[in-house]
């Protein structure tokens, strides 16, 4: 079973990224929307948790939640892949089973 | 007749996912009106708010970030963002908008109106308002 986890608030504003992070299993993929695109970039205090995650999940953020925050994609992490709408659909449909974190 | 009294706007969250920066500028712009002593403050993610290149067209969303620009002609000029914020978010001051005012009494001298704080200077700021409105 591959699961999409949608998180769509920043890991400094509140645990919602954390805790999903801690609940994922090999193979899912996180989805960062909204606020949560935050966590996606470079030398945050979140990085490292981020970075953590990726040797088990894929990360993904959602392209124009990024450029409304003014977030270039050369601020991100390292192997994070930027969507677009269609791609978050695409995203949807491809995994099993969706869980929103709020 | 009525006393000026020391303001304090106090912004913790990022622009767009939730209503709260919106709001804040909001009451900031209506309470001008008012003639008082107004400082704003962007501490945690309230940081993101200031933050320049903004373009909302994808998101379907008013691009507000414009705005802040706006807050010099209002007499509004005190403008503190936190140090330790900005560093938990790999910011500096250079990811920022470049807000400024313009002094009548130094013939209109172009000045900034962010100043990068720490947060024990910020809580100093806080303890000396006398208003102190959160959002």
Known sequence: MSMLHIVNKSALDRNSLETCVNHTVKGA????????????????????MVEGAMKDVSVAVLGPDLKARGISEDKLIDGVTVVDYAGFVELTTKNDSVQSWL | MSEVKKFLYVNRKAPYGTIYAWESLEVVLIGAAFDQDVAL?????????????????????????????ALGDYDINKIYVEK????????????????????????????????????????????QSEVVLSF
């Open chain 2, 84 to 127: 330790e914020s900005l560093e938990a978010r790999g910011l500096t001051i250079d990811d920022l908008q470049h807000l400024v005012w313009e002094d009548e009494d130094e013939d209109w001298a172009e000045k900034d109106s962010i100043k990068v704080v720490s947060s024990a200077e910020m809580a100093e700021i806080m303890d």
């Open chain 1, 29 to 48: 993929t996180i989805l960062m929307i909204e606020d949560g695109v935050y966590s996606a970039m470079k030398n945050t205090a979140s990085t490292g």
């Open chain 2, 41 to 69: 403050a962007f501490i945690d993610d309230g940081v993101y708010q200031l933050v320049k290149g903004q373009d909302t067209k994808e998101i379907g969303m008013k691009n507000f970030s414009p705005t802040y620009s």
